[in-house]
């Protein structure tokens, strides 16, 4: 059973950056694409960047260009780089599988502000 764990979260200005991370429990991790989620109040979860087992990656074009999603399969961790944030980037970000999510962790915040 996958357990996810996020965190990197935090308050920062517009124009700001922060980096994410997810540490997976499993041994399938390596094998697995991976995503970043994210969630608001009111809206449906978006699946924001997802990266393939050998590091192909794909994104949103709401953040494409600003965030960047990689991974260490030897430390089963997914991380977000993400820069240039605006405020529409509040949100509660989440990692999971891209096929058939599950086990959701707590989420890491993340709020643009000034």
């Known amino acids: 059973q996958v357990q996810l764990v996020e965190s990197g979260g935090g308050l920062v200005q517009p124009g700001g950056s922060l980096r994410l991370s997810c540490v997976a429990s499993?041994?399938?991790?390596?094998?697995?694409?991976m995503g970043w989620y994210r969630q608001t109040p009111g809206k449906e979860c978006e699946l924001v960047a997802r990266i393939s087992s050998i590091g192909t990656t794909n994104y949103a074009d709401s953040v494409k260009g600003r965030f960047t999603i990689s991974r260490d399969n030897a430390k089963n961790t997914v991380y977000l780089q993400m820069n240039y944030l605006k405020p529409e980037d509040t949100a509660l970000y989440y990692c999971n599988l891209v096929y058939n999510p599950r086990n959701w962790g707590q989420g890491t915040q993340v709020t643009v502000s000034s």
């Open positions: 499993g041994s399938t991790f390596s094998i697995n694409p």
